[in-house]
């Protein structure tokens, strides 16, 4: 059973950075992509960043580009998102999620397991 465990999240002021971090277990973690998604208060949940199994691609909302950077770290099953330049419309519940396969995914129906969350809550 795969299993996703969500860290670092907390309160932090505008214009502040913020490291996110995602340790998975159950799963041949190199063989699959891996990604970031986030709810805030009334919305949907929506994609934030996904990275390929071998860390050599990687896709980002317009919404994050050029502010938030999706890394993994094989040898540790572990995948980070490191948040820079927060706004406080980038207040919600950050979601790690397992892709369905290596590649790097598209869209949601592309990944298959999600962790639990953690809350970030940027103050202006």
């Known amino acids: 059973q795969v299993h996703l465990v969500e860290s670092g999240g907390g309160l932090v002021q505008a214009g502040g950075p913020l490291r996110l971090s995602c340790a998975a277990s159950?799963?041949?973690?190199?063989?699959?992509?891996m990604g970031w998604f986030r709810q805030a208060p009334g919305k949907e949940r929506e994609f934030v960043a996904a990275?390929?199994?071998?860390?050599?691609?990687?896709r980002y909302a317009d919404s994050v580009k050029g502010r938030f950077t999706i890394s993994r770290d094989n040898a540790a099953n572990k995948v980070y998102l490191q948040m820079n330049s927060l706004k406080p419309e980038d207040t919600a519940v950050y979601y790690c999620?397992?892709?369905?396969?290596?590649?790097?995914?598209?869209?949601?129906?592309?990944?298959?397991?999600w962790g639990q969350g953690t809350q970030v809550t940027v103050s202006s």
């Open positions: 999620a397992a892709g369905k396969g290596g590649f790097l995914p598209a869209g949601e129906r592309d990944f298959a397991s």
């Open positions: 159950g799963l041949t973690f190199s063989s699959f992509a």
């Open positions: 990275i390929r199994w071998d860390g050599l691609a990687t």
